[in-house]
């Protein structure tokens, strides 16, 4: 008898992770989540909240867009299901800050220089691709470096900068960010408003150089 009534306990989400896992596990028929944060109500803020969920949906382009009312609402009635009585849960949107990379590097001799810097653009585009993201994850430009000094052909990384994309009217996101105040010892963080970082145009906005000792 103990077994049975402690069952139906057993599907309850009790953490924010268990919150995170059971948002990006909703049902398509009900909409789509592709990326999601828990954390607790900001401080100070006027909310009878005990849990906020920041969520954001894709396009058919698979690039990140603020998902819209009728999935929010169904975000929560889905969660509903499984929250413990005692939970409020608060469905938000998260912040898109879109950049954009230039890099110079110097090669080796004999070495073709638009095909490293190709190789370069398309080591980048994989490691910037949006489905590895999530949000409120830094931006480690060392580990660019480093990735860069990998590629055959390459013998220095000179330089990689990263700056913010935005504008609606040039297709990027509203928020503007800066991303030079926010790097921090060569770690680049994301806006305390839970935010995610997204190369949205990789094709054009990956631009390398190759330059001289």
């Given at each position: 008898?103990n077994?049975?009534s402690?069952?139906?306990?057993?599907?309850?989400?009790?953490?924010?992770?268990?919150y995170?896992?059971r948002?990006?596990?909703?049902p398509?028929r009900?909409?789509?989540?592709?990326?999601?944060y828990?954390?607790k109500p900001?401080a100070?803020?006027n909310?009878?909240?005990?849990?906020?969920?920041?969520?954001?949906s894709?396009?058919?382009?698979?690039?990140?867009v603020t998902?819209?009312?009728?999935?929010k609402?169904?975000?929560?009635t889905?969660?509903?299901?499984?929250r413990m009585?005692?939970?409020v849960?608060?469905?938000?949107?998260?912040?898109?800050?879109?950049?954009?990379i230039?890099f110079?590097?110097?090669?080796?001799p004999?070495?073709?220089?638009?095909e490293?810097?190709?190789?370069?653009i398309?080591a980048l585009?994989?490691?910037?691709h949006?489905d590895k993201?999530q949000?409120?994850q830094?931006?480690?430009?060392a580990?660019?470096?480093?990735?860069l000094d990998?590629?055959?052909?390459?013998?220095t990384?000179k330089?990689?900068i990263?700056?913010?994309k935005?504008?609606?009217?040039?297709g990027?996101?509203?928020?503007?960010?800066?991303?030079?105040?926010?790097n921090?010892?060569?770690?680049?963080?994301?806006?305390?408003d839970?935010?995610?970082?997204?190369?949205?145009?990789?094709?054009?906005d990956?631009?390398?150089?190759v330059v001289?000792?």
């Amino acid at each position: 008898q103990n077994t049975l009534s402690s069952f139906s306990t057993q599907l309850r989400n009790v953490t924010s992770d268990d919150y995170l896992i059971r948002s990006l596990s909703m049902p398509s028929r009900y909409g789509v989540i592709a990326k999601a944060y828990t954390a607790k109500p900001l401080a100070g803020e006027n909310s009878t909240a005990t849990l906020c969920v920041y969520v954001l949906s894709k396009d058919i382009n698979n690039r990140l867009v603020t998902a819209s009312t009728g999935v929010k609402n169904n975000l929560v009635t889905y969660l509903n299901q499984y929250r413990m009585i005692g939970d409020v849960i608060t469905i938000k949107d998260a912040f898109v800050i879109n950049f954009c990379i230039n890099f110079e590097i110097i090669t080796y001799p004999n070495y073709n220089s638009n095909e490293v810097i190709e190789r370069c653009i398309v080591a980048l585009r994989d490691y910037f691709h949006i489905d590895k993201w999530q949000i409120n994850q830094p931006i480690i430009v060392a580990d660019l470096f480093v990735m860069l000094d990998a590629i055959d052909g390459v013998q220095t990384v000179k330089n990689v900068i990263i700056k913010n994309k935005a504008g609606t009217t040039s297709g990027y996101s509203q928020w503007a960010y800066d991303m030079d105040g926010a790097n921090q010892n060569g770690t680049i963080f994301p806006s305390l408003d839970p935010s995610i970082f997204e190369l949205k145009f990789p094709n054009t906005d990956i631009k390398g150089s190759v330059v001289n000792l």
